[in-house]
């Protein structure tokens, strides 16, 4: 079984937010009102911040794209009462909105804010995706794009592309990516299994200084970052 | 001495206005739950910064008055401390009516509220590693064990008593430390993690509950007419300083401890921020300053005074919990080294919002009328002696008398 990852190279990141709204198309999230985002009860499954060091004539700004890092020792899936979230065998944490009760205790453990609380039911107008036919043997209960409001959302690493990608024979990492990394116009995201010692992920993990965020808390995030 | 306990006869006028307008406060509250789950969560002042909002503060509150009122009554059923017999079954009532409020708050804080029932599928569709799933089981079977408690200690069985109280104090010391847990064990919340989190709330779980047994007995008794025994609010008092002052040095505890860490700016945030005052005037104000003040003057022993000191206790709990849950989760995670711009470097908001604030107190009159009703239903009070009645008589013209207990009542549990 693959274990997919990212690998995100803050060197060639501009940080021009074209992988927030790539996901936001893809996964029809709600762009929210200017209202809502001051008060952060806009959904969003990818973000990307600004984290800024020192002072004026040194003062230095890095862009930090965040999608869900979908950790191996996830805290989200640890915390959830109702098996919601869970981890599938491919390492991508997903979360089952049948089953979400709505107690954002996973937002609560979620040291990345990865998640996201559904405040409103959404207009679904904008959603043009077309979506493989359900292999419920593959992907479980997977009620999207149909959302409702009072449940926790997040980042699927676009697991509809793999596994259309995978019933076409197709190869992920390089001709089917998520959304995000097909998006990115500095190329620099790069999307492929980390158990792989040939893809294009592991050689560049092997090859450059790499860091994943809060290694302190143990989650061993999936989604890695090349250091400038 | 044989006591002897009664219902209230709830044909008073004040009786009825009580549960008219709780029943009514209770209807709004139900009205604005309505409003929260049709139309979305957006109408709650909680964000994705600060999820939890006033349902949970009140839930946790609930829980630890709860607790604390129940292991107050176990004085009576385990350790035989006889003289505080009269209150005995009105806190098992009272502790009954909180849990369940404390339930209802925590089924209205979830966005999906009818799938609540997933989280009694133990072990099957529950994952047990949540800390949450695990105080399901707690609050569960709190509720079970304190209704059957209840029941005992009406069918009169001493020995029962004894080893259903031994179960009781147990479980309800567990369900707050679970309680406790749930906050204390997340790792991503800085201000949270810590493991003397549960000791924490178990502390503040037994000081609120006697609070509150003192301000329901004062008031229970002035309203019925009884006559109230000082030697016995004074000794509860003496329980009340006792628990106040371990408290204290567990959140002197806490906090010296998230302080002298490098890694401090969360708590720190929250001891000098914007919402500082919370925990500074409301909880250590209310919670130990003024209570010890007014406990440890030998002027003010009066039942005045300590119900004034217990009011505050039980206030100010309350603010402990609101601090603990709404302005300590407001500071914005770390995600990268240096100061993150923008929204999501930003302290969060929580707006005070009608519909949250209207459900709260809705929820918080649902408990009072619960408790009222258990009044009317169950004989929770203690019988009046011979010269209360004829106290009570020479006061009002229609004499309320209630020493004879209403037999076409309905059944009390347990009888």
Redesign the interface.
């Known amino acids: 079984m693959a274990r997919w990852g990212m690998v995100i190279d803050l060197d060639k990141c501009t940080g021009c937010q074209e992988c927030t709204i790539a996901c936001k198309e893809e996964n029809n999230v709600p762009h929210g009102s200017p209202e809502e985002q001051r008060r952060r009860q806009d959904p969003y499954w990818h973000k990307v911040i600004a984290a800024s060091e020192g002072e004026y004539p040194t003062a230095n700004i890095e862009m930090v794209p965040m999608p869900c890092m979908h950790c191996d020792n996830p805290a989200c899936v640890q915390v959830c009462p109702a098996k919601a979230t869970f981890r599938r065998n491919d390492g991508i944490v997903m979360q089952n909105f049948r089953r979400c009760i709505g107690c954002k205790y996973c937002l609560v453990a979620c040291p990345y804010g990865a998640r996201a609380y559904n405040y409103k039911e959404q207009e679904e107008e904008e959603y043009n995706r077309i979506d493989p036919p359900l292999r419920r043997d593959l992907i479980g209960c997977w009620p999207f794009p149909h959302r409702t409001h009072g449940m926790v959302e997040k980042c699927t690493f676009c697991f509809h592309r793999i596994e259309q990608a995978l019933m076409e024979g197709k190869e992920i990492g390089t001709e089917v990516v998520p959304a995000c990394v097909e998006a990115c116009p500095a190329k620099a995201r790069k999307f492929g299994d980390l158990d792989d010692p040939n893809s294009e992920v592991s050689i560049l993990l092997s090859n450059r200084d790499a860091i994943t965020l809060r290694e302190a808390m143990g989650t061993k995030p999936k989604v890695h970052y090349l250091t400038k | 001495m044989e006591l002897n306990f009664v219902s209230v006869e709830g044909n008073s006028k004040n009786y009825k206005i009580a549960l008219g307008i709780l029943g009514g406060l209770t209807l709004l509250g139900l009205i604005c739950f309505g409003l929260s ?1 049709t ?4 109408l709650f002042g ?4 600060i ?2 909002g006033m349902p949970i503060v009140l839930a946790i509150y609930f829980i630890g008055l709860s607790a604390g009122s129940l292991i107050l009554s176990t004085l009576v059923y385990v350790f035989g401390q006889e003289k505080y017999k009269p209150i005995g079954r009105m806190a098992v009532l009272l502790a009954i009516a909180l849990i369940f409020g404390a339930l209802v708050a925590i089924a209205t ?5 009818e ?2 029932w ?2 009694f599928m133990f072990f099957y ?3 047990m ?5 695990i105080n ?1 089981i707690l609050y569960g079977g709190y509720f079970v064990i304190s209704i059957a408690y209840l029941g005992i200690i009406f069918s009169g069985s001493k020995l029962w008593m004894k080893r259903w109280g031994c179960l009781a104090i147990g479980w309800a010391a567990m369900v707050h430390m679970g309680t406790g847990a ?1 906050f204390g064990f ?4 800085e201000a949270w993690f810590s493991p003397i989190k549960p000791l924490e709330f178990l502390t503040a779980a037994v000081t609120s509950g006697v609070a509150l047994l003192i301000v329901v007995l004062v008031l229970t008794m002035k309203f019925t007419g009884r006559d109230l025994k000082k030697e016995m609010v004074v000794s509860l008092s003496r329980l009340l300083i006792v628990f106040i002052c371990v408290l204290a040095l567990l959140i002197f505890l806490d906090k010296m401890t998230h302080l002298y860490a490098p890694e401090r700016a969360a708590v720190l945030y929250s001891l000098t921020g914007k919402y500082s005052w919370i925990f500074w005037c409301l909880q250590i104000g209310l919670v130990i300053i003024v209570p010890l003040a007014i406990l440890f003057n030998k002027k003010l022993k009066s039942i005045k005074w300590i119900f004034i000191a217990s009011l505050s206790v039980v206030v100010g709990i309350f603010f402990e919990r609101f601090f603990l849950v709404i302005p300590q ?1 407001a500071f914005p ?13 930003a302290i ?2 929580f ?1 005070i919002t009608p519909v949250e604030m209207g459900m709260s107190l809705g929820i918080v009159t649902m408990v009072g009328l619960l408790f009222l009703l258990g009044l009317k239903f169950m004989k929770a009070l203690p019988e009046k002696t011979p010269e209360e009645v004829a106290a009570a008589a020479a006061k009002t013209a229609p004499p309320t008398t209630e020493v004879p207990v209403k037999s076409d009542a309905p059944a009390s549990a347990g009888t």
């Open positions: 789950y139309k979305g969560h957006y909680s964000s994705n910064v999820p939890w804080d979830l966005g999906r509220p799938n609540f997933r989280l569709w529950n994952n590693t949540s800390m949450f799933a399901t749930i997340m790792a991503a919340r989760a995670q770390q995600y990268y080294p240096g100061h993150i711009e923008g929204v999501y470097g969060g908001s707006p």
